[in-house]
């Protein structure tokens, strides 16, 4: 099932560029996570979007629904942005799921 | 708590035991998920519960899983007859309702020899 589709699925940025992770979606959603995973730990909520825009810090995520479409930026990327990052999209219409994209891995170099 | 938490955080097993895997919840929290990650992908959707009711279990991949959340509070995955196809880290989360940010516990892997 691709119900979720991200890219680009591995990144390697220097230090300081600026970071543009895809998330596309192929059904109607009520609403789309964001996520972060460190190697070996947990996952980590950054933003939870259904429109428009969210900052938090260095992180910007954005959101079109109409096509189906979502996007991660991360401004003047540093080494501890280094993990996976993943795009999961909650469909309520058939009951309540998420579905998860199979993450996007970034490194960033010093 | 302060956070998620999952018991027991790592679990060996042999092939055709049965095992439960127990999550604690943020207090409070109405919504909680299990999620079932194989090495190297991303979590897969496997029951949803609000409250002690199980809403959604369609993601568990055959009738040998067993989600229970009982009180509303604690919820317990049960695996019977383990298979090696079933070695994986079992994630929780919890959320105060369905539209609102998740929060994961540090997963339980399990390795099924």
């Known amino acids: 099932k691709n119900e979720v589709e991200q890219s680009p699925q591995n990144l390697t940025a220097q230090e300081g560029e600026f970071i543009t992770i895809n998330c596309s979606y192929s059904v109607g959603i009520s609403a789309l996570h964001w996520l972060q995973q460190h190697p070996g730990g947990g996952i980590v909520s950054l933003f939870m979007?259904?429109?428009g825009k969210k900052k938090h810090g260095r992180l910007i995520a954005t959101i079109n629904i109409q096509e189906k479409h979502s996007s991660l930026h991360i401004t003047a990327s540093h080494p501890r942005d280094s993990a996976v990052y993943i795009c999961?999209?909650?469909?309520?219409?058939?009951?309540?799921?998420?579905?998860f994209g199979t993450g996007t891995s970034l490194t960033v170099i010093p | 708590g302060a956070g998620v938490s999952q018991s027991p955080r790592y679990k060996v097993a042999k092939r055709g035991q049965d095992v439960a895997l127990r999550c604690d919840p943020i207090s409070g929290h109405v919504s909680l998920f299990w999620y079932q990650q194989a090495l190297g992908q991303g979590p897969e959707f496997l029951t949803y519960?609000?409250?002690?009711?199980?809403?959604?279990k369609s993601g568990l991949p055959s009738d040998r899983f067993f989600a229970e959340r009982p009180e509303g509070s604690v919820s317990t995955l049960k695996i019977q007859r383990t298979q090696q196809e079933d070695s994986a880290v079992y994630l929780c989360?919890?959320?105060?309702?369905?539209?609102?940010?998740?929060?994961f516990g540090p997963g339980t892997r399990l390795t099924v020899l």
């Open positions: 989360a919890s959320n105060p309702g369905l539209y609102n940010e998740q929060f």
């Open positions: 519960f609000q409250n002690e009711a199980q809403l959604d």
């Open positions: 979007l259904s429109s």
């Open positions: 999961a999209v909650l469909i309520t219409n058939t009951g309540n799921q998420f579905y």
